[in-house]
């Protein structure tokens, strides 16, 4: 049988992501801003994860490399862990949300991260041994089809990942198969609120860049509540764009300087939300 176009299309995006963001995890840093940021992005001594809602301390109680300034918000504080829980983290990338949580669940609890770039795993399995984290598991498999046992986790977080993902609905659904009756979700991600120029809705390095790979606001929240998971609330909603002012994803940068859409095109059509759901 003949893949249909959608499909193949689908499976491209997914390998210039995969292709894209082990790069990242072999270099240990974003391009122009990384987790400390270079001279061309402005303030040098200020990690970009500040910005989005981490604390110091939070930076400061992971191992070294964990943080990538790859996300969008800083979701972990806003699950309310409790010791002993079990805990999904979604597009786990060098670990930083997986070791917070682990901290939040202590000995008795557990972290399993999932990504699908081996070298990403790589880099978070180290950082994990290097730190002696006993309680985490690093393991590699698509958010469409979550490597998971059915009702085995008390809580789900993802940072700015959903948004690369091209059937959406389907992560969604393998969140709920997951969680246990009454599990909760809170997710980073970047939504949009109107069109994006049409030449950046098509442009594959912003969708990498996580811009053109982003829903619109009611679609997204549609297929979150399709999925079965209900008490949506939001928690933080604010112009991505803005947020990184200083650290605009490599790949949109790119993408401006060849097609002549200006960044002022996207104010307030881009942001970066945090919210809270829950499984019945």
């Not at 959608?6 to 391009?31: M, N, P, W």
């Not at 992560?171 to 950046?200: C, H, K, N, T, Y």
Request: aromatic share 4%.
């Amino acid at each position: 049988m003949t893949e249909q176009p959608e499909a193949v299309e689908s499976e491209r995006l997914v390998d210039v992501v995969k292709e894209r963001y082990g790069r990242i995890a072999e270099k240990g840093a974003t391009g122009c801003c990384g987790p400390q940021s270079s001279p061309c992005c402005g303030d040098t001594s200020i990690p970009v994860s500040l910005g989005l809602g981490y604390g110091k301390g939070d930076l400061a109680a992971v191992p070294e490399g964990a943080d990538l300034s790859l996300g969008c918000g800083a979701p972990v504080d806003h699950l309310e862990l409790q010791p002993g829980e079990t805990v999904l983290d979604l597009g786990s990338g060098g670990g930083l949300d997986v070791f917070l949580a682990a901290k939040q669940v202590g000995p008795t609890g557990h972290v399993i991260g999932v990504d699908m770039t081996p070298a990403m795993l790589e880099r978070a399995r180290r950082n994990a041994a290097r730190a002696g984290h006993s309680n985490v598991d690093f393991r590699e498999g698509r958010l469409e089809a979550l490597p998971v046992d059915d009702a085995s986790v008390d809580a789900v977080t993802s940072n700015c990942v959903i948004n690369l993902v091209p059937d959406k609905g389907a992560v969604f659904r393998e969140v709920a198969r997951v969680l246990r009756p009454g599990g909760r979700l809170v997710i980073s991600d970047v939504i949009l609120d109107g069109r994006l120029p049409e030449a950046l809705e098509r442009d594959v390095l912003a969708y990498v860049g996580c811009v053109s790979g982003a829903m619109q606001r009611e679609a997204y929240f549609a297929l979150v509540r399709e999925a079965g998971l209900g008490e949506i609330e939001l928690i933080k909603d604010v112009d991505f764009l803005a947020v990184v002012a200083g650290s605009v994803p490599e790949e949109v940068k790119a993408f401006v300087e060849t097609s002549g859409v200006e960044i002022g095109e996207l104010s307030g059509k881009v942001h970066s939300v945090t919210f809270r759901a829950r499984k019945p």
